[in-house]
């Protein structure tokens, strides 16, 4: 339950606008939905219009350094080469590689390549070879405010195989993303995620999911690709989170490497693929804050 404000009294979300005139329909839609024993975002994590602001900002520096990625990833590069180019890039553009020491991470971004699921570290003795398929993950923070996505890239000549791999995920993103609407669920994302994986034969990952995000790196809510629609959490405008599936052409189950305590591999050696966007539900639909 949360405090009850009055009408006329300065809104939660601290906007400075009468709550009649900001959060006071939404509460009555949430409490519509809160009564039927739904999971409903709590007010910490509904961003206000100057957050959102910041928010995106953020964002486009994100994109921006993804693009210059993509516009000089090849092979024979170096992860290491990758790593330099985005604490470069993010730097010059204002912002700070948000992976850098964080949680004692080592380096300024994720790659991770064919059995990696995620949280590959970047080393200057792994050339990128043709037939690889590469997961450059970056994460920007501008202002104190928050942004991530990745992308897949093929290096040279891929098989067909891994194409089709790489192509799905990129699918069921997008798949994902045409649910994002105010007052559906994250289950409904999964549901769109899961079902395409499953109809290719592949996999999604359980342990490791989406997350809010906006004014710390991870926020709740913790978001999973294997839930079902209408279930989840209720997705209001101001929530803000990534929609991030990691699929396995093989077992879903992964394994952390022992001696570096971050790269995250699957536990058969086969390929695994994964695509990250950034999105915030509107009154309408949602923005796509960094992709
Ligand atoms: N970018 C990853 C995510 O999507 C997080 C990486 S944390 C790091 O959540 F420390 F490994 F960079
Ligand atoms: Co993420």
């Given at each position: ?6 009408r ?47 928010i ?37 553009l ?38 690889d ?10 202002k ?13 000549d ?15 993103v ?58 989840d ?26 001696d ?7 536990a ?13 539900v509107?009154e ?8």
């Open positions: 339950m949360e405090i009850k404000i009055g006329n009294d300065p809104c939660w979300c601290g906007s400075g606008k009468k709550y009649k005139k900001c959060h006071c329909d939404f509460d009555e839609i949430i409490e519509e939905h809160a009564v039927l024993g739904e999971i409903v975002p709590p007010r910490s994590l509904i961003k206000n219009k100057a957050q959102i602001q910041g995106k900002d953020s964002g486009v520096i994100n994109t921006a350094v993804l693009d210059y990625v993509a516009e000089n990833i090849r092979e024979g590069c170096t992860t290491e080469d990758i790593d330099k180019w985005v604490y470069t890039k993010t730097v010059e204002g912002g700070v590689p948000a992976p850098l020491n964080y949680d004692g991470y080592p380096k300024s971004v994720c790659t991770s390549i064919d059995e990696v699921v995620c949280h590959g570290i970047p080393s200057k003795d792994r050339i990128l070879k043709s037939g398929i590469i997961n450059v993950d970056l994460s920007t923070n501008y104190g405010y928050y942004s991530d996505a990745s992308r897949m890239f093929c290096i040279g891929v098989s067909e195989e891994k194409r089709k791999l790489v192509s799905v995920v990129e699918k069921s997008k798949l994902g993303l045409a649910e994002v609407k105010p007052w559906g669920h994250l289950g409904d994302i999964a549901q769109v995620i899961k079902d395409l994986a499953h109809e290719n034969g592949y996999t999604v990952v359980r342990e490791i999911g989406g997350h809010g995000i906006g004014l710390e790196f991870h926020e709740d809510p913790w978001v999973s690709y294997l839930t079902d629609r209408g279930t959490m209720l997705l209001a405008p101001g929530l803000c989170f990534t929609i991030e599936p990691m699929i396995n052409m093989g077992t879903y189950r992964t394994v952390i490497d022992k570096d305590g971050w790269t995250v591999r699957t058969d050696g086969k390929p695994s693929a994964q695509r990250e966007i950034q999105v915030i509107t309408t639909g949602c923005d796509v804050i960094s992709h």
